[in-house]
T-cell receptor, first 111, second 112 residues
Framework: GQNIDQPTEMTATEGAIVQINCTYQ??????LFWYQQHAGEAPTFLSY????GLEEKGRFSSFLSRSKGYSYLLLKELQMKDSASYLC????????????FGKGTMLLVSP | DGGITQSPKYLFRKEGQNVTLSCEQN?????MYWYRQDPGQGLRLIYY???????QKGDIAEGYSVSREKKESFPLTVTSAQKNPTAFYLC???????????FGPGTRLTVL
């Protein structure tokens, strides 16, 4: 099975940088996804890591260390619209490759 | 416009009634999924399907049923056997099981 841990809530100020951590313990691993979800809306895909290292995409970056079972999502130049829940999801290495989601980290960006 | 549609956005039912939630996609994706989300909880997988006429139980399939008769459609039935059906239900699809999943807008089901 999979066990995924993320902080429940975080707060940050507009224009700042914030790092959201995700740790996982899995019986098999084949990639890690980050999704953003605004309240009452569908999650939207942000990033994907399958190899160790940093993936950068505009203001958002995601890092993975498979040996440590650890990932983080880095958000730069925070904007008010970044206030949302950020979901970490791990894909297993079975033939079906399903995702297991963490409970999400609620980020509140204040002026 | 390509995408995933779920209807209705809000649904109310009386306890003991079965209810079917629709999910349609025109992305030509092979794989489709149903998740349930409760307040303060992550998404939990109910059922998934990799190809037409085939589907697999997820982590919390009890009290739910699905069908996959067409590639575009993956309806979910919440039966009266589901003990706590009030939740936010999300449908997703992906080109294959190794690709990112795209989500529909969700249906919020309230059982009174």
């Amino acid at each position: 099975g999979q066990n995924i841990d993320q902080p429940t809530e975080m707060t940050a100020t507009e224009g700042a940088i914030v790092q959201i951590n995700c740790t996982y313990q899995t019986s098999g691993f084949n990639g890690l996804f980050w999704y953003q979800q605004h309240a009452g809306e569908a999650p939207t895909f942000l990033s994907y890591n399958v190899l160790d290292g940093l993936e950068e995409k505009g203001r958002f970056s995601s890092f993975l260390s498979r040996s440590k079972g650890y990932s983080y999502l880095l958000l730069k130049e925070l904007q008010m619209k970044d206030s949302a829940s950020y979901l970490c999801a791990v894909r297993d290495d079975s033939g079906y490759s399903t995702l297991t989601f963490g409970k999400g980290t609620m980020l509140l960006v204040s002026p | 416009d390509g995408g995933i549609t779920q209807s209705p956005k809000y649904l109310f039912r009386k306890e003991g009634q079965n209810v079917t939630l629709s999910c349609e996609q025109n992305l030509n994706h092979d794989a489709m999924y149903w998740y349930r989300q409760d307040p303060g909880q992550g998404l939990r997988l109910i059922y998934y399907s990799q190809i037409v006429n085939d589907f697999q139980k997820g982590d919390i399939a009890e009290g739910y049923s699905v069908s996959r008769e067409k590639k575009e459609s993956f309806p979910l039935t919440v039966t009266s056997a589901q003990k706590n059906p009030t939740a936010f239900y999300l449908c997703a699809s992906s080109r294959g099981t190794y690709n990112e999943q795209f989500f529909g807008p969700g249906t919020r089901l309230t059982v009174l």
